[in-house]
């Protein structure tokens, strides 16, 4: 039985400021560095890639609020605010004493959270005088949301996108299409950084960081081009605290305040975007919520992973960021759930996670199915393959509530509908998916081999 | 530039009763016939097919307004009220002086208006004790909303499916089995009516027609189970008047008043559900909007049909209907907008056509698609297949309101978004798809060959 609780915001109460966490951190993130100086970068370092505005904003240490302009907010109007759903439906399913919180931001014209850093992105480009922005994408949604943007502002956008994504989520690059961008495959020939790697492994499948190394190579060798990515960066967490912001608000009017929140980690912009302004209470408010970063356990950087320097692509063009990493030539397993495909987490995560603030779980690919279709079926949505990692710690943390006998109240943020990710339900369905796992041994021998590199 | 304005209405906006145009209608519809005594049928008639409660509100010609129960209500809050969209990037791309409004019912859990229907159908046969309901799905729409208000009440449902959309659209089937229920494709050998189309055309790919004959059989031949039907009748059309309704208060808010209000047209469920409250006050108040129905150029039964009884399915199993209609046995060109792939019109529909109280056009598939993409740049949501019938009439008036330099009111109803259907925009994009005609000839050879049989 179905039997969700909206919790409704007006249009007023879109935020009117992006929450910076790294202001209230109790131990500062480390500094990024140039790879050739070894040198902390400042911003203007970051300007020949980024847009100066999201350059500024990546390395703003000091200002709690940034300001989100009218023009972006005027965007946000379009689907925001999104609702809070009190997911009695699945709490029945369960049995559980726990009260589940939803998030729902698949109610974007494209599906997901995404959009909300893709506006700000496509507009501080525009408003800067850029004509054209490259990225890369994973499962699509990013690259989905930022053509949208792209779009709306007047931009020409080139996406690179993960080969096994290509022609598993063909859908997701027409789409792409239709909001008039131009996708290629990665790894593709139209870069140097994918043409060194078809040449070594012919057949490679893609992952985010060489797409990554090819979206920064394309605007860096065309005019008045620059990047954008969709994870993993400061300005990118940032644009998405309006989804916790909302949240806060909406937890409120149900007269509850989360002890769990949890959201799926790929990079950590959704993570970020639920957790860090309730994070902020625990800094500031001697709150105590738990935060669980919900990872694939083929891809498991913030349970795994080694904390070190590491760069952001495959390819070494980024700048080196302290990360939980998987080794930035890592190549992760085919799962359908493409945008959590990356070796690392975010600096300002990582940094969170080595501190104790936060915490992750590595969720094996048929659970998140087997979560997702108790979700379809008792709350009316199906979720995104990547929202369902989610999911499946909310589940696995209302059954513990069971177990001991507590209530609790769970608040998780469904990052996106699957309705476009059919292909893998499919998959599910007929019994033809697996679980890939990652052991410890792998990760220390794929780092042991970078540390060579940098 | 999107720069859409949204109209959004409270929980509490939700309407209360659904509106029985019937009761308003000048001249009144012919009454549907047994096929066996040629009588009228009366509400009993239709018990050994539907839910009592739905037979009586098919037959129901004197209470004007019927009461939604709160079972139904309760599940309508999970999507609804849906938003008003004034579609100022449309109109600023087609530089028009009209103002163009949408409903955005695109924003349901499944993607569709179709869920307004599927939660009273599940209601009404849950209340009445069945236990099993059967059902037929063109693009998977009404399949996809009914699996999910069969789970929610507890009932098992079984679906055919049109066997062009089940291969042309897996991922919809993908959605109905997610949901927990059984597809089939159809024609299938589980029906006598499928057995017999099988072995004279082994190839044949299936119609709406057909699938509705092998939903009735298998609900008639198995214990408890009852029929359900997404489109055509009038209970259907009674359900979706929530569209026109809500959208009544929300033209209000935005100070205008429609002077066209248009939907895309299969068996008339959308095309009722935003139109008739808006008829009522052409009907009552001296009102003189435009009501036009946007059928697909290769399925024309409202602009070339014949109107004449009929059989609503191919097998003959249902009453026979006075519609307009291309003939029970007409078999529709592969066309990417599976839930227009239908005969006939409704008794309701097909009577006020005939009364001049609505227009209709047909629109050639490369021209709706052309339209999607206009849309989904200038407002950022990817249209049905469907829907774009609609937009692309919209666009038609909104340029003939440039042409002849008049500010017009236009509403039209987005019954759904595209993001299932993005093979059909695949096509599209690689230059793949093509127009389907029919002529008046056609038509008459069709029809004349069924006169026989009935």
Redesign the interface.
Known sequence: ????K?F?LQ?SDIPEAWYNVVVDMPVKPRPILNPQTKEAMKAEDLYPIFAEELANQEMNTTDRWIEIPDEVR??Y??WRPTPLVRARGLEKMLDTPAHIYFKNES?S???SHKLNSAIPQAYYNKKQGVTNITTETGAGQWGAALS?AA????LELAVYMVKVSYHQK??????M????AQVIASPSMSTRAGRRILTDTPNYQGSLGTAISEAIELAQSTPNCKYTLGSVFNHVSLHQTVIGLEAEKQMEMAGEYPDVVIGCFGGGSNFAGISFPFLRHNFLDGRNTRFIAAEPASCPKLTKGVFQYDFGDEAGYTPMIPMLTLGHNFSPANIHAGGLRYHGAGHIVSQMKQDGFIEAVDIPQLETFKA??MF??SE???PAPESSHAIATAIREALKAKEEGVQKTILFNLSG?G??D??A??SY?SGDLANYEVSDEDVARNVASLEKII
Do not use: N
């Open positions: 039985m179905i039997d969700s909206k409704l249009e005027e965007m109007r379009i109610v014209p494209v599906g949208m779009k709306h502002f007047g063909p859908y997701r690059r027409s789409i299409q239709t909001y008039g997702a279709t379809a079926q009316g949505i199906i509908h309705l476009i059919m292909a339900y499919d369905i």
